[in-house]
């Protein structure tokens, strides 16, 4: 069943907003990514607070994003986590020309290190680079 929604996730500052009454956070959360996600809806990730008042430590880093998605929303499932973080895109397409590729072994790895020298292509010419 397909529900036309498109549900949209900041985990980080979610987490960093909810909740913040005197003493320790108990009813902090994040959306209901995957429930919308069983319903039929597409679930995506983003981040847009970087440093700001909303979330100081922000850096705007999709891998932290992921990360944060991973153990907050559960959305640990490769594929699923995948197409939130890229548009709905759960791998690599033939004639892909926007991509970040990420030194890692795995995409675990890639969550877990969250490494430099990432490459940033833009329609399939080389835009970034972090030095090696």
Request: proline content about 5%.
């Given at each position: 069943?397909?529900?036309?929604?498109?549900?949209?996730?900041?985990?980080e500052t979610n987490l960093f907003?909810?909740?913040?009454?005197?003493g320790t956070p108990k009813l902090?959360?994040?959306?209901?990514?995957?429930?919308?996600?069983?319903?039929?809806?597409?679930?995506?990730?983003?981040?847009?607070?970087?440093?700001?008042?909303?979330?100081?430590?922000?850096?705007?880093?999709?891998?932290?994003?992921?990360?944060?998605?991973?153990?907050?929303?559960?959305?640990?499932?490769?594929?699923?986590?995948?197409?939130?973080?890229?548009?709905?895109?759960?791998?690599?397409?033939?004639?892909?020309?926007?991509?970040?590729?990420?030194?890692?072994?795995?995409?675990?790895?890639?969550?877990?290190?969250?490494?430099d020298q990432r490459r940033v292509?833009?329609?399939?010419?080389?835009?970034?680079?972090?030095?090696?």
């Amino acid at each position: 069943m397909q529900t036309g929604v498109t549900l949209m996730a900041l985990p980080e500052t979610n987490l960093f907003l909810q909740d913040r009454r005197q003493g320790t956070p108990k009813l902090r959360g994040v959306t209901m990514a995957r429930e919308v996600a069983a319903a039929g809806g597409k679930v995506r990730l983003g981040t847009d607070n970087v440093r700001d008042w909303f979330f100081p430590f922000g850096d705007g880093d999709m891998l932290d994003t992921g990360l944060f998605a991973a153990l907050t929303l559960h959305l640990d499932d490769e594929a699923a986590l995948t197409a939130a973080l890229c548009d709905g895109n759960a791998c690599v397409q033939p004639g892909t020309r926007d991509i970040v590729l990420v030194p890692a072994t795995s995409f675990d790895d890639a969550l877990a290190r969250r490494p430099d020298q990432r490459r940033v292509y833009r329609a399939g010419r080389l835009v970034a680079a972090e030095p090696v």
